[in-house]
């Protein structure tokens, strides 16, 4: 299957293609996005298959916040049909200067590997926010290195 990308073409495995069937918030027409990474970079792209201009700059929180955790409402774990399995993304704003990006820790993409399918989630109790420092300066033990965006 190929797709648009603001980077141009791109040929995916429709199996590698994450279904969202309420979209993103703020993106409801948008069902269907696909991760896109280098192997050697922390940060991924989920790209939207139908629409060149949706993709979302996003990593691990877990690799700048180590003691990030949250907990899934029942009614999300039956949406999302997890068992034992799943993988835990979070949008990044991306800021001039780089260090001052943001990450949304408020609102975590959750995805389900097994049946492709994937929500955000928005945590109606947390103490982390939607614009959380990416490169917390003075918390820096929190995270681990996983370097920049040069």
Request: net charge negative; aromatic share 12%.
């Amino acid at each position: 299957m190929i797709i648009e990308t603001t980077w141009g073409p791109l040929e995916i495995d429709e199996r590698d293609v994450f279904h969202f069937s309420k979209g993103i918030p703020g993106f409801a027409a948008e069902k269907d996005f696909v991760l896109i990474s280098n192997q050697d970079d922390p940060f991924q792209y989920l790209q939207s298959t139908r629409e060149k201009y949706v993709s979302f700059l996003i990593t691990d929180p877990f690799l700048f916040y180590r003691d990030y955790e949250f907990e899934l409402q029942p009614a999300e774990v039956d949406e999302l049909k997890i068992e034992d399995e799943m993988l835990v993304r979070s949008i990044i704003t991306l800021k001039d200067p780089v260090e001052k990006s943001t990450i949304n820790l408020l609102a975590p993409i959750v995805l389900n590997p097994k049946l492709q399918i994937g929500k955000q989630v928005v945590l109606h109790t947390s103490k982390y926010g939607a614009k959380q420092e990416l490169w917390n300066m003075n918390g820096r033990e929190n995270a681990r290195d996983v370097g920049s965006f040069t």
